[in-house]
């Protein structure tokens, strides 16, 4: 019988789906494991084979732990939201629900066809309503919540009003807006119901404020600062600008500390909470107060060293500081507005990762120093941001060198408070040996004391106070689009007001254009049946808007990290109306015990969905702060691209044509055009050429040789310009059909639909089955390091999986051959160091070397000619993780009528190692001369009596005695004489 594995395979994922053979019970005696991959964006390109290396690994472990005897959980759904669908819709018209739709189908079929062992009874999709309904009910508890400092944990905003009830807000230690003024309870009583609004916007965990924003005009968006690349939108590569915006955003800050501190309860990989302490940016300094000399206006700094403040010989502003039009003056009124208009095309990316760039402009106004009460100039430059710390900072050039650099450049005269001290970058980042000189009060101090006596004096002033400062700013949660969650909201003069929860989900409703409007307004307000009634607690008609009963909605939807921040929990009762999981469902799973994904969402997903667990930590909706316990990042499965390199050609300036070059002939360009010239005479003055360069050429048109197939490279619709072009060889010969060989370049690239390098997993399906697709993805090296990917190499792990196949059927017919024989020794020890590997690699997730010992331990029973069930049982139960299909397959030719994925895993008996005997090299004056076999265990005594007893010994002494007999138990016996 041959290994259909076609056959074998589909039978088996048919068995799996009418079964339900992953489901997992929320009520199991069984001890629970939670394996998690990080959902895809189902995009109309699919799945290519990169995609499914860490859901390989995750669904190697969960079938493990099912072996086990584990209650595994292992879902998979969809973050279905996204700004690709919303823009097919916009170019099509096609609603961005059918998009969606259709490609979740494409990815659920190609899921399926890998094997993977998903409970797919609990899938999610973020577009649903059902799911999206416990979004808009988080931002309803995010919007009625505030942040207690002194708790240190997020409360009901009902506590916060009650205080302000009682003593007002000046005893409040709450996280919340930086301008809150000052009011008594009297005050607040004597507040309007607006007013009373608007103050409580300003402790919110989730609240409007007008924000500087990320917007690009061409997408009619805001984007994350994660969704820009180089300064232009990573969707569509458009222009992005800085402007100001009232936004929905998200209090993350208030938990900036304890997202640092608790990443020492996970176990991560530490470059990505570097990436997240680094974003978070936790640095203690001071803030200092300078006056604006002539002005009523101040301008607040933070800075880490304040020690350094009589250096500072200048002030720089972000180019979005509020006070900037405030006090520049009319002479300078002209350069600062235009160097703004300049600095809101860049991103804040772009202008944190410049170094070498130096702008800025004077506004023409001057500050007051604290102490020395000199005038201090003021600038703008792009280097500070407005988002981070207070957007403003003390220039001290003597100190740091990109203040340096800018004085430099504007000639700015520098004060020097280090002269006679070291102040290489060395030295001036050992705070703890930095003497600061030259400095009035501070002359001599070192840096500890600098620092306290600055503060001290600050304090005197009133100009100044210690402080803490993150780096980490409050997320923007408004996107203009159409496609996201719509956000529980209507609006009451002007303020925001929250659906109650018995009313969710507001259901995206239809429009008929995805732009915005022709007044700016997002897609939303295309919308005809978007308005709130009171008294109805229905939407309805917006011609019906009285602002009496009948409220307009927010036409802003939720970015893409809303419904990714949570699904995890989600997964533990999916379909469950009435709660957003029932608590005996989160008490039993609690949270994620292995989380596979990319390193690439460390400060994007990772960061909110760990925020929004410890909010809902704090209100005691779920049982931990943190969702995952451990997290695997994956490394990446490269494409090898190739390469078609290209010159253009001209007789006239209106006739132009293209030349390929192949691949060793592009060193040597010129002598190869030469010597076509030769054969094919041209117009001496009108030839011309220019170099093109490369392009990339699909994958499936180039051979394992590198050879190109120019036939179909010419006749693709993509490549029409080059349908006439003329291929010249490696030797410089033109190529006329396909008996001549054009060679491309090749190299190893992010494997990418836009590269064409993209190999599809169906493909591979198709030719060498789904087992020999997942073995071969382990194979290629560490799970979390990148390889590149090489169809070739498949035919491998194919063959051995043909091998093991051979293992259980022989003879001449192929039939099933596995007897009730007792195993020999050496069948015993081949098993159980292979139980012994797999264990250990699957416990390490050194996925690559099972594969290995697999292919070791079947050539090994293969040679002892084993078909004894006793051994071959267990090998299926240990392969089964891997190849589950053909482990399936040989399962049930063993008689068993259930699934094997929940078998017991074999287990490791120690014994069947220990050899029961030991050969040993017999040498005479150091030379090896026969060898013989001894009991393992014999003593050292025991070992010289038997091979001088020997006699070969014997006959190598010739009747003389030893003048020594060496023995090393288990080595050597050496006879000396």
């Not at 199991?28 to 390109?45: I, N």
């Not at 009650?162 to 409040?172: D, L, T, Y």
């Not at 007044?519 to 005809?528: I, K, Q, R, V």
Request: charged share 25%; glycine share 6%.
């Amino acid at each position: 019988m041959t290994y259909d594995f076609r056959k074998i395979e589909e039978k088996w994922q048919e068995f799996w789906a009418e079964n339900q053979t992953f489901k997992a019970e929320n009520d199991s005696q069984k001890e629970k494991f939670y394996v998690l991959d990080m959902f895809p964006y189902p995009s109309g390109a699919g799945l290519h084979v990169g995609h499914p290396l860490g859901y390989i690994a995750s669904d190697i472990y969960a079938r493990y732990k099912r072996h086990k005897g584990f209650n595994v959980l292992h879902p998979m759904g969809y973050d279905s939201f996204g700004l690709p669908a919303e823009q097919y819709a916009i170019q099509t018209g096609q609603h961005p629900a059918i998009t969606t739709e259709t490609n979740i189908n494409r990815y659920r079929e190609q899921l399926d066809k890998i094997g993977f062992s998903f409970d797919w009874s609990r899938e999610v999709r973020t577009s649903d309503s059902s799911y999206y309904k416990w979004t808009q009910w988080i931002f309803i508890q995010l919007f009625n919540s505030w942040y207690n400092k002194d708790a240190d944990k997020a409360e009901d905003i009902s506590s916060l009003i009650a205080i302000f009830e009682k003593e007002g807000n000046q005893s409040v230690n709450a996280v919340c807006d930086e301008d809150v003024a000052a009011f008594s309870a009297t005050d607040w009583k004597a507040f309007t119901v607006k007013e009373q609004q608007e103050v409580l916007l300003q402790y919110r965990l989730t609240y409007l404020a007008e924000t500087e924003v990320n917007w690009c005009p061409a997408l009619g968006t805001v984007l994350a600062n994660d969704e820009i690349v180089n300064g232009v939108s990573e969707r569509g590569g458009h222009p992005v600008i800085r402007k100001k915006m009232t936004q929905w955003s998200m209090r993350i800050s208030a938990y900036a500390q304890r997202l640092l501190d608790d990443l020492t309860m996970v176990d991560w990989p530490q470059p990505l909470k570097d990436s997240q302490t680094n974003w978070i940016g936790r640095s203690e300094g001071a803030e200092v107060t300078f006056r604006v000399k002539g002005r009523e206006e101040v301008i607040d700094v933070f800075t880490t060293r304040p020690d350094t403040i009589f250096g500072v010989s200048f002030m720089t502003l972000a180019p979005e500081h509020e006070l900037v039009a405030k006090i520049t003056t009319s002479e300078q009124k002209e350069e600062v507005e235009a160097y703004i208009a300049a600095t809101a095309k860049r991103s804040e990316r772009d202008r944190m990762a410049d170094v070498k760039t130096i702008t800025g402009a004077f506004t023409g106004a001057y500050a007051e120093h604290p102490f020395s009460k000199e005038p201090i100039p003021i600038w703008i430059g792009d280097y500070v941001l407005a988002g981070y710390g207070t957007g403003a900072v003390m220039s001290v050039p003597c100190g740091d060198q990109r203040d340096y650099d800018f004085a430099k450049h504007f000639n700015i005269p520098i004060t020097n408070i280090f002269e006679g001290v070291d102040i290489s970058e060395e030295a001036f980042a050992d705070k703890e040996k930095t003497v600061i000189a030259n400095s009035d009060f501070l002359n001599g101090l070192p840096y500890k004391k600098a620092v306290k006596r600055v503060i001290f004096e600050l304090e005197k002033l009133e100009q100044g106070k210690g402080k803490i400062n993150y780096r980490l700013r409050d997320a923007v949660f408004s996107r203009q689009r159409y496609w996201g969650e719509p956000f529980p909201v209507y609006y009451v003069d002007g303020m925001p007001q929250m659906i109650s929860a018995e009313h969710l989900p507001i259901v995206l409703p239809e429009v008929e254009k995805y732009l915005p409007t022709e007044t700016g307004e997002p897609p939303l307000g295309n919308a005809t049946v978007w308005a709130w009634d009171v008294k109805k607690s229905a939407v309805v008609s917006n011609q019906l808007i009285d602002h009496k009963t009948v409220f307009p909605l927010e036409l802003n939807t939720m970015p893409g990290w809303a419904g990714s921040s949570y699904y995890f929990n989600r997964y533990m009762n999916p379909n469950n109306e009435n709660e957003i999981f029932s608590k005996e469902a989160i008490d039993y799973w609690q949270d994620v015990d292995l989380y596979i994904g990319g390193s690439e969402h460390a400060t994007g997903h990772l960061l909110y969905s760990r925020f929004w667990q410890k909010f809902l930590f704090d209100k005691g909706i779920v049982p931990k702060p943190e969702f995952a316990k451990k997290l695997i990042n994956q490394g990446m499965i490269t494409g090898t691209s190739a390469f078609v390199y290209f010159v253009v050609a001209r007789f006239a300036k209106d006739k132009q044509f293209y030349i390929a070059v192949s691949k060793s002939a592009w060193g040597r360009v010129d002598e190869v055009i030469k010597n076509w010239r030769n054969t094919h005479p041209v117009n001496e003055k009108a030839f011309r050429y220019s170099v093109l360069n490369r392009i990339h050429s699909p994958v499936e048109y180039v051979n394992s040789s590198d050879e190109l197939d120019i036939e179909s490279f010419r006749n693709d619709p993509m490549y029409s310009e080059f349908k006439d072009a003329i291929f010249i060889g490696e030797k410089g010969e033109v190529i006329k059909d396909n008996n001549d060989t054009y060679i491309v370049g090749r190299e190893v690239e992010k494997m990418s639909k836009s590269k064409y390098n993209v190999v599809s997993p169906d493909s591979i399906c198709q030719e060498y089955g789904a087992d020999s697709l997942r073995l071969y993805e382990m194979f290629l090296g560490p799970l979390e390091q990148s390889k590149p990917w090489n169809t070739a190499g498949i035919t491998g792990v194919h063959s051995f999986l043909k091998k093991m196949w051979r293992l259980f059927h022989g003879g001449n017919d192929g039939a099933f051959m596995v007897t009730d024989a007792a195993p020999t020794a050496d069948n015993l020890k081949t098993l159980h160091k292979t139980i012994k590997k797999v264990e250990e690699d699957i416990e390490n997730f050194s996925f690559n070397t099972s594969v290995a010992t697999f292919m070791i331990c079947v050539n090994e029973l293969a040679a002892q000619k084993c078909n004894s069930r006793e051994i071959l049982e267990p090998l299926v139960l240990l392969v089964s993780p891997y190849a589950p299909h053909i482990a399936e397959e040989l399962w049930s030719k063993l008689g068993h009528a259930t699934s094997i994925a929940t078998a017991p895993f074999p287990k490791f008996e120690g014994k069947y190692l220990v050899e029961s005997s030991k050969e040993y090299p017999i040498s005479f004056n150091g030379k090896v001369r026969f060898k013989i076999e001894l009991q393992a265990d014999l003593s050292k005594e025991e070992i010289e009596a038997a091979v001088m007893a020997h006699d070969k010994t014997r006959e190598q002494l010739q009747g003389r005695s030893p003048k020594k007999v060496i023995v090393v138990p288990g080595k050597i016996v050496n006879i000396v004489g």
